[in-house]
């Protein structure tokens, strides 16, 4: 039976980004198993979460967002890169809107894609400890509109960290936490980060 914690699925119509991607990882002991569309990927029976989903936007049929929503209604488990070479930054807002950790633009370095990789999976167990305690953020009025990775970005904020902090915590760029920092304030309301924080321990406060 594969070791699922050791593979990366590579979801990405370009043949060639694939072979270079399986020959990277497979130098660095990690497995690739690699997919030529969105719909195969889906479609496949997984027996626990691979250790990492390498999801190009654009491609033939379902695009990388719809496989990457429908990830999310799952509730799959597995950490999500998004790659593209056309990016823009409402494709990206709404990528990482929808669950996905990092999203990286192509033309991109292997070894890039290899680091990026190997942080996502140093932090699983930070984020895995994150997704144990979001029970915690229903304490925060509002908290119901929260998706799960917003629910670990205001754990983390709640505890003082700062972007950069709660970024390597979580595997994700400071950049991203600040598009969920953005996010969260705007759904709970916050003015600015003070403010957040503000209604954060009010929160607490209330239980």
Request: hydrophobic letters at 45%; one cysteine or more; a negative charge.
């Amino acid at each position: 039976m594969a070791d699922w914690s050791r593979i990366v699925c590579v979801v990405d119509d370009d043949e060639t980004i694939r072979d270079v991607l399986a020959s990277v990882f497979g130098s660095e002991g990690l497995a690739v198993e690699s997919f030529e569309d969105g719909s195969r990927f889906l479609a496949f029976d997984f027996d626990e979460p691979p250790a990492c989903v390498l999801l190009d936007v654009l491609m033939p049929g379902k695009s990388g967002l719809d496989v990457l929503k429908e990830l999310n209604a799952r509730g799959a488990a597995a950490p999500v890169i998004m790659i593209s070479g056309s990016a823009d930054i409402p494709m990206a807002v709404e990528a990482i809107r929808h669950g996905a950790l990092d999203f990286i633009e192509k033309p991109f370095d292997p070894q890039t894609i290899v680091r990026r990789v190997r942080e996502v999976l140093g932090a699983s167990g930070a984020r895995a400890e994150a997704r144990a305690r979001s029970g915690r953020a229903d304490q925060v009025v509002g908290a119901e509109t929260l998706t799960p990775r917003e629910r670990e970005v205001l754990l983390l904020i709640a505890r003082g960290q700062s972007n950069k902090e709660a970024g390597r915590a979580l595997g994700i760029s400071p950049r991203t936490i600040e598009v969920h920092r953005a996010r969260l304030m705007e759904k709970l309301g916050a003015k600015n980060a003070a403010d957040l924080v503000r209604i954060i321990m009010s929160g607490s406060e209330s239980r």
